[in-house]
């Protein structure tokens, strides 16, 4: 089992400030994530306009502020806008006030988008987390207290868990084969900020 695991041990964390903040006026939050552990280094284009460039893979950006509505995404390997041949392209509808990961995820031939709604409310004084799996050959996997509680059971491919809302703090969280005991991933000394939404996702190839 910790053979299937060997290259899932690359974790991306990514983080957002909570408590009540969010974007203004007309426009929404918006960050993109390299999650395709096989493409190449990618800029990102945006209706019509290259907002991302030479992107690597585990590589994500800050929020940027869009407007809402709906929006032309395309992805192209590096270096070739100019040519027109986007190896994805994709709608993206976004609300006012809302925040989005936007994520490109699966192996290079299967490539897509997967968008994730973020939630940067957190009760002051707490730390919020969520797990997203997004290994395309891993199984389903289980995060847990390290010799402990499941926190969040039985993670699939592209599966996001919901939040959960803990105290700050360091952590000893471990990931397991879904409904086993077999740790594959020790995520010792994880650390949880207070006021913070944290997101974690599973990246790489088995």
Known sequence: MKKIFSV???????????????????DAMVRIVHASP???????VVDGKTIVEGAE?????????????EHKVEIFAAGTVADGKPVISSDLTVEAGKAYTVAAINKLDSLEL??????????????????????????????????????????EFKGVTEYSEVD???????????????????????????????????VGLA
């Open 8 to 26: 899932m041990a690359a974790m991306v964390l990514l983080l957002a400030f909570g408590a009540g903040v969010s974007a203004a006026g007309n």
């Open 38 to 44: 096989d493409a190449p280094a990618v800029d990102v």
């Open 57 to 69: 893979f585990k590589a994500a950006t800050d929020y940027m502020m869009l407007p809402a509505g």
């Open 114 to 155: 997967k968008v994730l709604n973020d939630d940067l409310n957190v009760t002051e004084g707490k730390s919020k987390v969520r797990v997203a799996h997004f290994s395309p050959d891993a199984p389903a996997v289980d995060v847990a207290v390290k010799g402990g509680d499941v926190l969040f059971p039985g993670a």
């Open 168 to 202: 700050p703090g360091s952590y000893d969280l471990e990931v397991r084969g879904a409904g086993t005991k077999d740790v594959v991933l020790d995520l010792s000394d994880t650390e949880l900020k207070a006021n913070m939404s944290y997101t974690v996702i599973a």
